[in-house]
């Protein structure tokens, strides 16, 4: 059975940092792209960072790049997300996943796998 489990979530301060790491198991994912999701209250899951099979090429968001950077560790069968200069409107619930194709991907109906999610709340 397939299992992603996030943590790292927390309640931090406008220009703080937070690392969300992702470990998953069930199956060995060094061969999909991997990434990371966000559903604030009231509002659809958005697309937040992706990282293809080997990690060489990561794509982001618009209103997260320069700020969060994602990688993977395939030995560990893990993905990490470094957020820095956090803002209040990054108050959400972030999901990791896993992509059914190798390349980068953005689109939540590409993710076959997901994780329960860890809250992240930034305060002003």
């Known amino acids: 059975q397939v299992q992603l489990v996030e943590s790292g979530g927390g309640l931090v301060q406008a220009g703080g940092s937070l690392r969300l790491s992702c470990a998953a198991s069930?199956?060995?994912?060094?061969?999909?792209?991997m990434g990371w999701f966000r559903q604030a209250p009231g509002k659809e899951r958005e697309f937040v960072a992706t990282i293809n099979w080997s990690g060489s090429s990561t794509y982001y968001s618009d209103s997260v790049k320069g700020r969060f950077t994602i990688s993977r560790d395939n030995a560990k069968n893990t993905v990490i997300l470094q957020m820095n200069s956090l803002k209040p409107e990054d108050t959400a619930v972030y999901y990791c996943a896993v992509a059914r194709v190798s390349n980068i991907v953005g689109a939540t109906t590409m993710y076959p796998y997901w994780g329960q999610g860890t809250q992240v709340t930034v305060s002003s």
């Open positions: 069930g199956r060995t994912f060094s061969t999909y792209a």
